[in-house]
C-alpha cells in the first residue's frame, strides 16, 4: 500500500511537531511518500530581502527573485528539516525537489499570469517506484522541472495529488494543525464530494482549507481511493480527521 502525505504550513517549524511526525512516520504501515510546502517561510524570508510577496486571487505570483527564494527555503532549509527529522527517528527518508531526476515536469500556469507558477504534466513515477522499493521515505519540495529546464513553483497540495494519482496510492493524506475539516457548526468526520462542493461554494470553507478540499477533490476525480484531511493521528489512526469521498457511506 502506498501513501502520500502532505505536510505544511507552521507546524513545519515547530521541532517538536516535527519530532511527532517522524515518530509516526516510522511507526506507520505501507510505503509512504512525503510532499512538504512552506509557505510561511518563504514569505518571512523573503519579506526580509525586500522581495514583494504578491498574489491574485489567492495564487501565489513567482517572479524570478521569489523563486530563487522558493528553491532555497522549500528545497533547502525545510526539506532537510523534515529529513533530518526523520532519519533521527530511524526512517531512511531522501531529500528531494521536483527537478531531480525529473521527479516532477511542470508547465507555466496561468499562460504566465502568475511568473514561475507551474501546473504538473508528469510525474516520474517508476523513480519514485523504485525508491519505495529500497525502503527509501522520499521526502520532496515541490519545485520542479519546467518545460525550459528551468525551475517552476508548485503548489505543495497540486503536486501531492499528481503524486498520488501517478503512483495509484490508496490514499492521500494533508496533515494540518486543525483536528479536521469544520462544517461551520461542528468538525465533520466523512464528506461527500457534493457536501465537499458546498461548503466551498459558501465560503465556509476557505484560506489554505480550501485549497486541500479541492485538491482532495481532485484526488477523487482521478481514482484515488482515499483522501482524509487532518491531524498527525490520521498516519495511525483511520477514524482521524475528515475522510472525503465520492458517496458518503459513514455518518458525519
Known sequence: MIRVVKVGGRPLG????LEGFASVVSKSAGRV???????????????????????VDGRRVTSEAALDV????????INKRVVAALVGAGVSALGLSGEDGGLLEARVAANGALGRVGEIVRVNASLLRELLALGVVPVLSPISRGEDGRALNVNADDAALAIASALGARELIFLTDVPAVHDGRSDRSALDEA???ELLASGVVRDGMAVKVRAALGALGVGVDSVRIGPLECLIDPAAGT???RALEGVA
Open 14 to 17: 515547530d521541532a517538536a511537531w
Open 33 to 55: 511518500v512525503v510532499v512538504h510546502g512552506g509557505g510561511p517561510e518563504v514569505d518571512a524570508l523573503s519579506t526580509r530581502l525586500g522581495i514583494p510577496v504578491e498574489r
Open 70 to 77: 522558493a528553491a532555497m527555503v522549500l528545497s533547502g532549509r
Open 195 to 197: 457536501e465537499a462542493r
Open 243 to 245: 475522510r472525503l469521498s
